[in-house]
């Protein structure tokens, strides 16, 4: 029989270490950044609008994952609005497994 209490303490941890600031973050380079930004126009992925000052995202919330296909251009806006709702997905995903750990402990 599977042991839930330690595949509730697994995906807490995993979600943890992607909630802390990963160590060895390495950003996007130079050139990248300008090729997504020239693909989008100087647009904001989000918002759509133009604007001189746009943030590189990483679409899967993974800072890790410095793929192309998982970057994209956003303004400072949208940036800030999306990095939230990840952070509060995360926090949510966190308190259900606390929760979950909590029923199949003894
Ligand atoms: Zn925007």
Not at 40 to 50: D, M
Not at 63 to 85: G, V
Request: with cysteine; charged share 35%; glycine share 2%.
């Amino acid at each position: 029989m599977t042991n839930y209490l330690d595949l509730a303490e697994i995906a807490l941890r995993i979600i943890e270490k992607s909630m802390s600031k990963p160590k060895k973050r390495k950003d996007f380079s130079k050139s990248e950044k300008a090729r997504i930004k020239k693909i989008q126009k100087n647009r904001c992925n989000t918002c759509g609008k133009k604007s001189a000052v746009l943030e590189i995202d990483h679409i899967d919330g993974d800072s890790l994952n410095n793929s192309l296909d998982n970057a994209q251009a956003l303004c400072p806006t949208c940036h800030a609005i999306k990095t939230r709702k990840v952070k509060q997905r995360k926090l949510k995903l966190s308190q259900a497994f606390r929760y979950l750990k909590g029923l199949f402990k003894e």
